[in-house]
C-alpha cells in the first residue's frame, strides 16, 4: 500500500491557511497546519482589536477544510536534511513537503527606549496588551502613534474617534503608498478627528521615554502612550535553520516559490522572497500566494513542473475610524492610481473586503481549487529580466 504524502504548513495566517486548504484537492495527501494559537487571527482588524470595537478572532473551523491536522505549537528550528521540524514542547514532526508561512510581526524598532517603552500591534497579543494599557490611561492622556504607513494611520484613527489626543509621527511622509489625491483625503479626516499630524525629515524618532517622543530636530513629544507601527519583521526561523534567506530573513526562492536550497520546502506570504523581489506585505499578496504555494507541492507530488507564480494587486484599504475610510486604487503592479473612493463609501467598502477575506477563506475549504487569483502583473517579468541582465552585467 502506497503511504500518504505528508505535507506540512507552518503558519495559520491567510497564506498558510489557503495553502493548507488547497493542498487538500488530492486525496493521498496528509496536510497539517502547525500554530502557535488555536484561532485564525483577523490581521487587517488589529487597531480595532487595540480601539475595543472587535476581536478579530474566528474559529478555525470556519476557514480551514475539514481535512487538515492542527497542531497549536511553535516551530523552533527546521531540519532539511532529515525533513523534521522540532517544536518548542520538544516534539518533532516529519515531512514529505513543507510550505513556509511564518508571516510577520513587529520589526526591531533599533531606536533607544523604543522597544521598552512603545507597543507593538503586529500581533493579537500585543494589539491586546495594547488595548489594556489605553483602556488604563485617563482619555486625557497624549497618544503618540509612531508610523505613517496603514497600520499608523488606522490604529491613530481609531483611538481619535474614541476620543483620545492622538499624535501621528509619520517620520517620512503622511501614507506613502497613496497617490496624492488619496493622501489629501486621508490628511482632511486626521483632522477631523483631531489627530495631529508631524511629517517630514525632521520628524524621526531617535528616542522613546516613558512619557515623551524625541525626534531628529531636537522636539519633544509628550507621549504617555507610545504605539510602534514602523515597520515589520518576520521570524527568524528560515535563517536560524541554515537556510537561504533575504536581508530581512524572508526564505529565498524561485517564482515558483520553492526554496532555492530545497525543492521539498516551498514559501508563502509575508515571509516568501521570490526571486529576491519580495511582494508587499499584506492579506492581498498572501491569499494570492499561499494557493500558489500549495499548487506547487501538488505539481512536485504528481511529478509536474511547478506554474511561476501570478499575483496582482487592486490597491490599498485603510479605515479612519468606524465610519470612515479611503479605498486607494491601484494598477496591478501594486502602484497607486489617480481614483480612489473616500467617506463612509471608503468605509463600507473595507468592511465588506475584511469580511469577504474570511469568506474567501472559507470558500476555499469548501471547495479547495475553485477560486483563483488576480491577472498576471506583466511588469514583473520586466523587473525580473533586469534583474538578470543587472547580474550577468556583474560577472
Same mark, same amino acid.
Given at each position: 500500500?502506497?503511504?500518504?504524502?505528508?505535507?506540512?504548513?507552518?503558519?495559520?495566517?491567510?497564506?498558510?491557511?489557503?495553502?493548507?486548504?488547497?493542498?487538500?484537492?488530492?486525496?493521498?495527501?496528509?496536510?497539517?497546519?502547525?500554530?502557535?494559537?488555536?484561532?485564525?487571527?483577523?490581521?487587517?482588524?488589529?487597531?480595532?482589536?487595540?480601539?475595543?470595537?472587535?476581536?478579530?478572532?474566528?474559529?478555525?473551523?470556519?476557514?480551514?477544510?475539514?481535512?487538515?491536522?492542527?497542531?497549536?505549537?511553535?516551530?523552533?528550528?527546521?531540519?532539511? %536534511?532529515?525533513?523534521?521540524?522540532?517544536?518548542?514542547?520538544?516534539?518533532?514532526?516529519?515531512?514529505?513537503?513543507?510550505?513556509?508561512?511564518?508571516?510577520?510581526?513587529?520589526?526591531?524598532?533599533?531606536?533607544?527606549?523604543?522597544?521598552? *517603552?512603545?507597543?507593538?500591534?503586529?500581533?493579537?497579543?500585543?494589539?491586546?496588551?495594547?488595548?489594556?494599557?489605553?483602556?488604563?490611561?485617563?482619555?486625557?492622556?497624549?497618544?503618540?502613534?509612531?508610523?505613517?504607513?496603514?497600520?499608523?494611520?488606522?490604529?491613530?484613527?481609531?483611538?481619535?474617534?474614541?476620543?483620545?489626543?492622538?499624535?501621528?509621527?509619520?517620520?517620512?511622509?503622511?501614507?506613502?503608498?497613496?497617490?496624492?489625491?488619496?493622501?489629501?483625503?486621508?490628511?482632511?479626516?486626521? %483632522?477631523?478627528?483631531?489627530?495631529?499630524?508631524?511629517?517630514?525629515?525632521? %520628524?524621526?524618532?531617535?528616542?522613546?521615554?516613558?512619557?515623551?517622543?524625541?525626534?531628529?530636530?531636537?522636539?519633544?513629544?509628550?507621549?504617555?502612550?507610545?504605539?510602534?507601527?514602523?515597520?515589520?519583521?518576520?521570524?527568524?526561523?528560515?535563517?536560524?535553520?541554515?537556510?537561504?534567506?533575504?536581508?530581512?530573513?524572508?526564505?529565498?526562492?524561485?517564482?515558483?516559490?520553492?526554496?532555492?536550497?530545497?525543492?521539498?520546502?516551498?514559501?508563502?506570504?509575508?515571509?516568501?522572497?521570490?526571486?529576491?523581489?519580495?511582494?508587499?506585505?499584506?492579506?492581498?499578496?498572501?491569499?494570492?500566494?499561499?494557493?500558489?504555494? %500549495?499548487?506547487?507541492?501538488?505539481?512536485?507530488?504528481?511529478?509536474?513542473?511547478?506554474?511561476?507564480?501570478?499575483?496582482?494587486?487592486?490597491?490599498?484599504?485603510?479605515?479612519?475610524?468606524?465610519? *470612515?475610510?479611503? *479605498?486607494?486604487?491601484?494598477?496591478?503592479?501594486?502602484?497607486?492610481?489617480?481614483?480612489?473612493?473616500?467617506?463612509?463609501?471608503?468605509?463600507?467598502?473595507?468592511?465588506?473586503?475584511?469580511?469577504?477575506?474570511?469568506?474567501?477563506?472559507?470558500?476555499?475549504?469548501?471547495?479547495?481549487?475553485?477560486?483563483?487569483?488576480?491577472?498576471?502583473?506583466?511588469?514583473?517579468?520586466?523587473?525580473?529580466?533586469?534583474?538578470?541582465?543587472?547580474?550577468?552585467?556583474?560577472?
Amino acid at each position: 500500500m502506497t503511504r500518504n504524502t505528508k505535507v506540512v504548513v507552518i503558519g495559520g495566517g491567510y497564506s498558510g491557511v489557503m495553502a493548507a486548504s488547497r493542498l487538500t484537492r488530492r486525496d493521498d495527501v496528509t496536510v497539517t497546519l502547525i500554530n502557535p494559537r488555536a484561532t485564525f487571527v483577523e490581521r487587517i482588524r488589529l487597531h480595532q482589536v487595540a480601539g475595543g470595537s472587535h476581536d478579530a478572532v474566528v474559529e478555525y473551523r470556519k476557514v480551514l477544510a475539514e481535512g487538515v491536522g492542527l497542531v497549536v505549537d511553535t516551530v523552533t528550528r527546521i531540519d532539511a %536534511a532529515e525533513r523534521s521540524l522540532t517544536l518548542a514542547n520538544g516534539g518533532t514532526v516529519d515531512y514529505d513537503y513543507l510550505v513556509y508561512a511564518v508571516g510577520s510581526g513587529s520589526a526591531d524598532p533599533r531606536v533607544p527606549g523604543a522597544a521598552e *517603552f512603545a507597543y507593538p500591534i503586529a500581533d493579537l497579543e500585543e494589539a491586546e496588551r495594547l488595548r489594556s494599557v489605553v483602556g488604563a490611561a485617563p482619555v486625557s492622556a497624549a497618544v503618540t502613534v509612531v508610523g505613517g504607513g496603514a497600520s499608523g494611520i488606522e490604529t491613530a484613527a481609531e483611538l481619535a474617534e474614541s476620543g483620545r489626543t492622538v499624535t501621528l509621527v509619520c517620520g517620512g511622509g503622511l501614507g506613502p503608498y497613496l497617490h496624492p489625491r488619496g493622501r489629501r483625503s486621508v490628511a482632511k479626516r486626521l %483632522a477631523e478627528l483631531g489627530v495631529t499630524v508631524v511629517e517630514g525629515p525632521d %520628524a524621526k524618532v531617535t528616542a522613546v521615554t516613558r512619557d515623551a517622543v524625541r525626534l531628529a530636530d531636537g522636539r519633544e513629544l509628550p507621549s504617555q502612550v507610545t504605539i510602534w507601527t514602523a515597520g515589520f519583521g518576520v521570524p527568524d526561523l528560515a535563517t536560524r535553520s541554515g537556510l537561504s534567506t533575504d536581508a530581512l530573513g524572508r526564505l529565498l526562492t524561485d517564482e515558483t516559490l520553492t526554496s532555492v536550497d530545497d525543492e521539498r520546502i516551498v514559501a508563502a506570504g509575508d515571509s516568501a522572497a521570490p526571486s529576491d523581489l519580495p511582494f508587499r506585505m499584506g492579506c492581498q499578496s498572501a491569499v494570492q500566494l499561499g494557493p500558489q504555494a %500549495a499548487e506547487t507541492v501538488l505539481s512536485r507530488i504528481a511529478g509536474e513542473q511547478p506554474a511561476p507564480i501570478d499575483v496582482g494587486f487592486a490597491g490599498q484599504c485603510i479605515s479612519l475610524g468606524r465610519r *470612515f475610510g479611503v *479605498f486607494q486604487v491601484s494598477h496591478k503592479d501594486d502602484t497607486a492610481k489617480k481614483l480612489y473612493l473616500g467617506g463612509r463609501p471608503g468605509a463600507k467598502l473595507k468592511e465588506l473586503i475584511c469580511r469577504s477575506t474570511v469568506w474567501q477563506l472559507g470558500y476555499e475549504a469548501r471547495k479547495p481549487g475553485v477560486r483563483t487569483w488576480w491577472a498576471k502583473d506583466d511588469k514583473r517579468q520586466e523587473l525580473l529580466l533586469a534583474k538578470r541582465d543587472e547580474a550577468l552585467a556583474t560577472r
